[in-house]
């Protein structure tokens, strides 16, 4: 990401609707909203992430001589238009959810003006970044949930769809609530905890299990975890891993994060058999890790069934997102400013009622209980209006209108949640560290009610449209069905 030139990373549709913008003269200043419609999973949230690589593509966004002379060889695209290309700069603004923020369906993720041509590049490569993202954190959080407390590592770059996909996936994934990744890259590009264990090859390479283990303790004194089933977990695994703490020990070695690793095998089953054979040894401070395509839940499953599990290293599930491959967000235009400066709202109109856009220029607002700090509910509005939380406030659903939430003055408090990244073309956002932002997201998850965590059925956050942007939604839709009306009696 830091190092390519990514500014084609784009659909060939984009460029040559910037030719025609170009073309006809068009350079409307515009307003498009980058969204998603369901939550990954099933589930009753997601989580923003991916803000600092769209910076970084917008921030380094030209068109070189190689890629002018690319576009040229594609027989498309006229002089003059290739002539502006190679002078392109983002010049407009963008307002977006800070990373690890808690997101809701059909609400701006990214808010995008400026000039048609320029909104329009930058529409493949914010959804492609945002949407990979964003459904790994989401993931990360569901299974970090699962595990109650106990650390989980990302374990995925083997599986990742590729070399990228691996490393922003193990960024994502440590926004989400991972303690760490096996992902060296990952660690030494973003700063983030790597760990790891051994493979099952370095006990096969010895000539029997003890001496392996032995040989890495050996190594890495402060950093033991053996992996006990290679051959059989509690007949030789478990016996000559704690042999080989019992000497650590009784040569006077200080053990400090040490432990075992199990693969394979019936989980719950051999954790408890583990726990109790390493805690009558005297070793009850050594952690229980387990892997073997895991995923929410069965961690959720083993856990029920009282698995002395204390470390969970999550890799396929984790990384690609297994049930759930991609997250759905979508990029569409919602306002055109007019000659006096003036926003005109604009509205994609569906027969699927959960497709119809929310127009204009908008901001959004989240409303907390006063009393529990936990979330009631999201608000849409137009740029520009106030609230007063000491006064009653009528919420509006979305799609089914009918459905009204009232709450009474002094019973929430307010947050606006787009913030400035860019204004005329100038990054004015300074990014978090990815350990930072993980922080961020956990106090995040603690505004959600643990209704909304669950993986089945999960209470769902209203995201709510304020009283004008509710009546304006409703003019412009019913003078767009009134057109469509006529055209249909033509």
Same mark, same amino acid.
């Not at 307003?31 to 939550?39: G, H, I, L, Q, S």
């Given at each position: ?47 923003? +992430? ?42 407009? $603004?963008?307002? +977006? ?101 051994? +493979?099952?090859?370095?006990?096969? $390479? ?10 890495? +303790? ?72 387990? $892997? ?138 300074? $990014? ?59």
């Amino acid at each position: 990401m830091r190092s390519s030139n990514l500014t084609l990373l784009t659909d060939l549709y984009e460029i040559t609707m910037m030719q025609g913008y170009f073309k006809t003269g068009n350079r409307d200043v515009v307003v498009f909203d980058m969204f998603y419609r369901d939550n990954p999973s099933g589930g009753g949230y997601a989580i923003a +992430a991916g803000l600092e690589q769209v910076i970084e593509y917008i921030d380094n966004l030209q068109f070189t001589t190689d890629d002018i002379r690319y576009l040229e060889s594609l027989g498309m695209f006229d002089d003059d238009f290739l002539k502006y290309l190679s002078t392109f700069r983002f010049s407009g $603004s963008i307002y +977006a959810i800070p990373e690890g923020t808690i997101i809701f369906p059909r609400e701006p993720i990214i808010k995008v003006i400026a000039p048609i041509m320029e909104a329009q590049l930058l529409e493949t490569a914010i959804l492609n970044i945002i949407n990979h993202q964003s459904l790994i954190a989401t993931k990360a959080s569901r299974v970090c949930y699962a595990a109650k407390g106990d650390g989980v590592m990302e374990f995925g770059l083997r599986r990742a769809q590729g070399p990228d996909s691996g490393i922003l996936g193990a960024r994502a994934a440590v926004i989400g609530g991972c303690n760490g990744t096996s992902n060296v890259l990952a660690g030494q590009t973003f700063n983030i905890p790597v760990k790891g264990t051994h +493979a099952h090859s370095w006990i096969m $390479s010895f000539p029997d299990e003890y001496t392996a283990f032995k040989t890495y +303790a050996e190594f890495y004194p402060n950093a033991c975890t053996l992996l006990v089933d290679t051959y059989d977990t509690l007949k030789s695994g478990l016996p000559n891993a704690i042999r080989v703490f019992t000497e650590m020990r009784d040569s006077g070695i200080e053990m400090k994060n040490y432990g075992i690793r199990m693969d394979s095998g019936d989980l719950a089953y051999l954790s408890k058999k583990a726990r109790k054979m390493l805690d009558d040894a005297g070793f009850p401070d050594a952690v229980i890790t387990a $892997s073997n395509d895991l995923d929410e839940y069965l961690i959720e499953t083993l856990k029920s069934q009282g698995a002395m599990i204390t470390s969970w290293g999550v890799g396929t599930s984790l990384i690609t997102s297994k049930d759930w491959p991609a997250f759905g967000g979508v990029y569409k235009l919602a306002a055109i400013r007019d000659e006096n400066g003036k926003f005109i709202p604009k509205i994609k109109l569906s027969e699927n009622t959960e497709k119809v856009t929310n127009p204009g220029n908008k901001d959004i607002y989240r409303i907390y209980d006063r009393t529990t700090g936990k979330i009631r509910a999201d608000l849409i509005c137009l740029t520009g209006e106030t609230f007063d939380e000491s006064e009653d406030m009528t919420l509006y659903d979305p799609i089914d209108t009918w459905k009204r939430t009232h709450l009474p003055g002094g019973t929430y408090t307010m947050r606006s949640l787009l913030v400035p990244i860019f204004d005329e073309g100038k990054c004015v956002y300074t $990014s978090p560290t990815v350990l930072d932002i993980q922080k961020i997201c956990d106090r995040e998850k603690g505004t959600l009610w643990d209704e909304n965590m669950r993986f089945v059925n999960p209470a769902e956050v209203y995201v709510d449209l304020s009283d004008q942007l509710y009546r304006m939604k409703m003019k412009v839709f019913n003078e767009m069905s009134a057109e469509q009306l006529k055209e249909d009696e033509r």
